[in-house]
């Protein structure tokens, strides 16, 4: 990899870091929209996080180191998982890691906030952490197998950063029956990990509702504002992949400045239109009842394996 | 010139109309009755004439000598029901149970279900075939399920939804037939023409075929009664109007049956020996699912629906081993079961008139009160469970001979004890019927209309039992050959 | 229309099809039941009318339009109207639950295709293909007869039983001869009304279309 292609890959991932609070905005701020509400400006959360740091922490007694380690563990795999996926160029700054290692550090994400629910001591992080690990159950295999499914397709292996050009070299062809499945599954995996609706209200404390909120509620000032960054890092993570791992057409191949440029422009325009989904899916959709989650789960991890199936069959 | 299918056809069809449109009620009865005569008429001209001049093949027709077997059998038991009706909804109608336009509604159900059957048996395509077969199960559905009570409701349900299952599979197989024959013969009309199928047949992909063969036996299976997908059977022949079981038993299981030999012809000259393996296996399971059924079962109808699974296993066995002696025994068991079956269903329908119940428990003393009846039943049962004289005694000993001279003895034994256990269910059952005290008054339901058509299928059971005249062999040698691949 | 493209358009349209059949057994609502069914024909529809348009076959154009109006209209109209004639609670009943009825599916399609495979290469249409799918949503169809209760659910499961088989009919030989197609419509036609009458007379004699209770007649 040549030094200015790292470079670029660096600066895509300082873009993609600086940018995340940003997505979170524009997705309230088109749900709001949607809502016939005004709503909070597009940088709030922004001016959320630095209020944040600027505030003191309060620790609860019965909680062990794991406590104040937790928010520094979940940012940092987080960040790292940034510099692994391209969004607009299609080099990555760390290609050290592979598709396996990708879903694996949203695994040890996952680990770690489901540890932290535990860590507060209250009623409530506990049954937000199980009510995580059961969703989780259903989720990794479908993520893994709609993963896989994609790698398989480009038969290019695991390696992350080759995926976009490949799927790109095959053209319209690529946009098959796997593909599709794959995308829906994946797009399925993204709401549930992410705890929107129907999976779970990402603006409601209630106990009967939380999921993800509930492995925060003990936090507070300084680990607060780093699980909600690392939880809106991995939305806008996610949508990234969609992008560029999914339908990656639009991407920078090269890093002239006119791809580069043309990069750029594509990957936002994928986000506003995942954004645009997502927010609609909030507004239109309610919150399903805790023991139907498996149910779409199930449809997701099936979805997940026809693509599997259909890329050796058709 | 006479275009006899389409005589018999319309004949049917016509009959049908006029049941339901007779201005005066007295006339539907013996409307019927004529009309099926006509039908049973032009059904032997037909035989007569194929016989005579070979296959007929003109328009959609193709009849050669297993078509007119099978539709001379379905045209003779629909005469026999036609008659039998008379009697037994005359007694409904004096009883309260039906209206005029109960009975209109059911003549011309019969009746243009006896038109489908035929029609099954004589056209040429066998997509053609496949929709008259569905047909079939549409219109027989609102016969089984013609009382509108709770078990006959069930009894209708659970034969259209267990029959369309089994027409979806078949239509499978008929598509996969297609494909295959399309793919040789190029993607003309032609290529679902049974004729035209058999001279291409030879070229036809094997492994497609053996496919195409485990969805047409499973589907068309399930509509003749094979095991383990006869459970219809029962509830449905049980719970429809007894003319009716008749008809399904001795009708329109040998459609099926029509349908699967059509398609084992095809697929023998491209796989040889794949589909007789199968309904072999199918056969015994039916043969040994009867006789447990049998022995356990407390409703006469029931058992005389086991029965009917019984023989079509049987059948199944003998098409299966695929001799010449075999499907000649087997095509014979088709008209003597037919014969006989009707014939006992009958009499189980006066019995049932007479004593107002369907529990074989509570029936005694038919011998003393009614003696027509009984002495009909004790033949039929007799003659059913392959006693001599009677014709099933015949085509069962050919079978059972097929299996011993072509090697499988084990297959032979099997059958022979099972025929046995079925043997001793049905004497257990019937012949405490007959004898012992009634319970109460019981009177024989008379009538020319009852008593006329059974005697004349015990006389045709004997006769076929005791002699076979040079047409009847030489009508069922011809069918044979149909059967083994020759056109 | 290029064949690259519209192989492409096939396959997905079929892959679409099977897609509806796991949303049905998924889903926990009649109404939506019948609403994937329509979609389910509306996909099948436009597969028989690209075929046709790829091919140059007119009588397929037929097959899509007789398609079009019997199953995504004149079908799914007359099972809302029983549903509603006999006032049905809107919720499916299962026997297997969601869960497992999907898994189970995701186990037939895997058997649907052990099967075909061996048969996809003796076939030269454009959809050869999708003659696993079809089996697959056969089977699909057939799970879900035999594991709901409710009598509108399992005609639905004939129904889609149907639809695969159509689509196998399209993807091994361009459609059978334009009589015997027409005469197969029409049967489903017929068998869905009297399948509507027998639910209305089960409604009527039991007060319930939970086929649960149709276990009077046993031995």
């Known amino acids: 990899m040549t030094e200015v292609s790292s470079v670029i890959a660096f600066a895509q991932a300082v873009l993609l870091l600086a940018c995340a609070p940003l997505v979170t905005g524009v997705i309230r701020k088109m749900k709001a929209m949607m809502q016939h509400r005004v709503g909070p400006g597009v940088l709030q959360p922004y001016r959320d996080l630095a209020k944040l740091f600027r505030k003191g922490e309060v620790v609860s007694d019965s909680s062990s180191w794991l406590f104040r380690f937790i928010p520094y563990a979940c940012a940092s795999a987080m960040i790292l998982l940034a510099f692994m996926i391209p969004s607009v160029y299609a080099e990555v700054f760390a290609p050290y890691g592979d598709l396996i290692a990708l879903v694996y550090i949203f695994t040890l994400y996952r680990f770690a906030m489901v540890l932290g629910g535990l860590e507060g001591g209250s009623a409530f992080g506990g049954m937000g952490s199980s009510r995580e690990m059961m969703m989780s159950v259903l989720i990794e295999p479908s993520l893994l197998l709609s993963i896989m499914a994609v790698a398989a397709l480009t038969g290019g292996g695991t390696d992350i950063s080759g995926i976009p050009a490949l799927l790109c070299a095959m053209g319209l062809s690529a946009l098959g029956p796997t593909l599709i499945l794959a995308a829906a599954s994946f797009m399925i995996t993204l709401v549930a990990e992410n705890g929107r609706v129907p999976f779970d209200n990402p603006s409601t404390h209630l106990e009967l509702t939380m999921v993800h909120e509930a492995m925060h509620l003990e936090y507070s000032g300084r680990g607060l504002a780093l699980m909600e960054y690392a939880s809106m890092l991995r939305l806008t993570l996610f949508m990234s992949m969609i992008g560029t791992l999914f339908f990656p057409w639009g991407i920078a191949l090269t890093a002239s400045p006119a791809d580069l440029l043309g990069g750029l422009a594509a990957i936002a325009a994928k986000m506003l239109a995942l954004a645009f989904v997502i927010a609609l899916l909030e507004s239109v959709k309610s919150k399903m009842r805790l023991f139907r989650i498996p149910n779409l789960l199930t449809v997701s991890f099936v979805l997940s394996l026809l693509a599997m199936i259909s890329l050796y069959i058709l | ?487 | 229309m290029e064949t690259e493209l519209a192989l492409n358009l096939v396959d997905t349209f079929a892959v679409g099809m099977l897609l509806l059949s796991m949303l049905s057994m998924a889903t926990s609502r009649m109404g939506q039941l019948i609403r994937y069914f329509s979609l389910q024909s509306l996909l099948l529809a436009a597969m028989a009318a690209v075929s046709a348009q790829a091919t140059g076959n007119t009588h397929i154009y037929i097959l899509a339009a007789v398609t079009l109006a019997i199953k995504v209209v004149i079908i799914p109209r007359f099972l809302r109207y029983t549903m509603a004639k006999i006032n049905v609670e809107r919720e499916v009943d299962t026997l297997v639950g969601i869960p497992g009825s999907l898994l189970l599916s995701a186990a037939l399609i895997m058997a649907a295709y052990f099967v075909t495979e061996p048969l996809m290469g003796s076939f030269e249409t454009l959809t050869r293909n999708c003659l696993a799918l079809s089996l697959s949503v056969v089977f699909v169809g057939l799970l879900m007869m035999c594991t709901r209760r409710k009598a509108v659910t399992e005609a639905v499961g004939l129904l889609m039983m149907e639809n695969g088989l159509f689509l196998g009919v399209m993807s091994v030989s361009y459609g059978m001869p334009l009589l015997v197609e027409l005469g197969i419509f029409l049967d489903v036609l017929m068998a869905v009304v009297i399948i509507g009458i027998f639910a209305y007379r089960i409604n009527r004699t039991f007060n319930s279309v939970d086929t649960g209770f149709l276990r009077r007649l046993k031995e």
């Open chain 2, 1 to 487: 010139m006479i275009p006899l299918p389409e005589l018999m056809i319309g004949a049917s069809a016509v009959t049908a109309a006029v049941c339901a449109l007779a201005p005066r009620e007295r006339t539907i009865s013996p409307a019927s009755i004529a009309g099926s005569a006509v039908v049973l008429a032009a059904a032997l001209a037909m035989a007569v004439a194929v016989g005579t001049d070979g296959p007929i093949r003109y328009g959609p027709w193709y009849i050669d000598g297993l078509s007119t077997l099978f539709s001379v059998t379905i045209a003779a038991v629909s005469l026999a029901v036609s008659m039998y009706s008379r009697g037994y909804l005359g007694f409904e109608r004096r009883e309260g149970i039906l209206t005029t336009r109960g009975e209109r509604y059911y003549y011309a159900a019969v009746h243009s279900f006896a038109a489908v059957m035929l029609l099954t048996c004589t056209v040429s395509s066998l997509g053609m075939m496949w929709i008259m077969i569905e047909a079939t199960t549409l219109i027989s559905a609102f016969l089984v399920g013609y009382y509108r009570n709770e078990q006959a409701t069930e009894a209708a349900w659970k034969y259209i939804m267990i029959c369309s299952v089994g027409i979806t599979l078949a239509l499978m197989g008929l598509m996969l037939v297609y494909a295959s024959a399309s793919g040789v013969l190029g993607s003309e009309s032609g290529a679902l023409d049974w004729p035209v199928l058999m001279a291409a047949a030879s070229m036809l992909d094997p492994e497609l075929m053996k496919v195409a063969m485990v969805f047409a036996v499973i589907g068309f299976g399930t509509k003749m009664g094979l095991a383990p997908m006869h459970t219809w059977l029962p509830d449905a022949h049980s719970q429809a109007p007894t003319p009716v079981s008749a008809m399904l038993s001795a009708a329109l299981l040998n459609c099926a049956l029509y349908a699967i030999l059509r398609f084992m012809a095809v697929s023998d000259a491209s796989v040889p020996g794949f589909s007789g393996g199968l309904l072999m296996m199918f056969g015994f399971a039916s043969l040994a699912a009867a006789a447990a059924f049998i022995i356990i079962t407390r409703d006469i109808k029931r058992m005389l629906a086991y029965s009917s699974v019984e023989h079509m296993g049987i059948m199944a066995i003998g098409f299966g081993m695929g001799t010449p002696e075999s499907v000649f025994g087997a095509l014979f068991l088709v008209v003597a079961h037919s014969a006989t079956k009707a014939l006992l269903f009958f009499s189980a329908g006066n019995a049932i008139q007479a004593f107002g119940t369907r529990d074989m428990d509570c029936i005694r003393g038919m011998g003393k009160r009614m003696p027509f009846t009984s002495s009909m039943m004790a033949s039929g049962t007799l003659a059913i469970v392959g006693m001599p004289p009677f014709s099933v005694f015949v085509g069962e000993a050919v079978v059972l001979y097929a299996a011993v001279s072509a090697g499988l003895y084990l297959q032979a034994a099997l059958l022979a004890v099972l025929v046995l256990t079925v043997f001793a269910g049905f004497v257990m059952h019937v012949f405490p019927m007959i004898s012992g005290e009634p319970e109460k008054e019981v009177r024989e339901p008379g009538g020319m209309a009852r008593a006329a058509p059974m005697v004349m299928l015990l006389g045709v059971s004997l006769f076929l039992g005791l002699f076979m005249p040079d047409q009847m062999r030489d009508w069922l040698e011809s069918a044979a050959t149909a059967v083994l691949g020759g056109v």
